[in-house]
């Protein structure tokens, strides 16, 4: 008789890690390389495409987001502390850019990361935070203890990007801004507080 093993939910079966928020897990939706956006879909938990990349700007580190926390009430909480425009979170997991010397070629993975710091999103009045981390171990980037301590270029793409990824030119005023980038503290934070809103919205 064959036996089939079920795949743990990305986002539900899956847990954050026991060292969380310093040393965690993270689930990897796309890589440098792809040239379509993929995205969980919330319901199977498998990737899915979400659209592809219609303009020259691709993420420039691996990125998904870390299983089990949530942006609701918490989190737009904390954002409204310093930006008055929040309304509410976006409703998804709590989203993580992974720093990385070696190529990874392929998403739907999991690696373990430590958060350096973050950048703070409004995308049309909604918290959307993307923590920054490092992968454990990595030959380059493990020294870095705070967001501080990576090149100024390499945040430049960060912010360039996620000012970017959702512009179409000629649609208006840009959808996203950056209110804040900190450091690693305050990524702490934002990641015990939208593991406590998953545990509010979900168990």
């Keep these: 008789m064959r036996v089939f093993h ?13 060292q969380a928020p310093e040393l965690l897990t993270a689930y990897i939706e796309i890589v440098p390389l792809d040239t379509v956006k993929f995205e969980l879909d919330k319901t199977t938990g ?17 990125y998904g987001f870390i299983p089990r926390t949530y942006c609701g009430d918490g989190i737009a909480a904390l954002a409204r502390a310093k930006n008055k425009k929040i309304e509410k979170g976006d409703g998804d997991p709590l989203d993580i850019c992974v720093l990385a010397e070696a190529t990874i070629t ?11 710091g973050g950048l703070r999103l409004i995308d049309r009045g909604e918290a959307d935070d993307k923590i920054i981390a490092v992968m454990r171990g990595d030959a380059l980037f493990d020294a870095c203890t705070d967001i501080k301590h990576i090149p100024e270029t390499l945040l430049d793409r ?7 990824y959702k512009q179409i030119p000629g649609a208006g005023p840009r959808a996203v801004e950056i209110a804040e980038i900190y450091g690693v503290e305050t ?5 015990r507080v939208a593991m406590n809103d998953y545990r509010v919205s979900y168990t």
Excluded: K, M, N
């Excluded at 960060?158 to 970017?164: G, M």
């Design 6 to 18: 079920e795949v743990a939910h990305p986002w539900h079966g899956i847990h954050p890690g026991e």
């Design 46 to 62: 498998h990737l899915i495409i979400d659209r592809p990349q219609q303009y020259s700007s691709l993420c420039p580190t691996p």
């Design 106 to 116: 392929r998403s739907d993975i999991l690696l373990r990361a430590r958060p350096i």
């Design 158 to 164: 960060l912010r360039h990007y996620f000012l970017t």
């Design 187 to 191: 990524a702490h934070e934002v990641i």
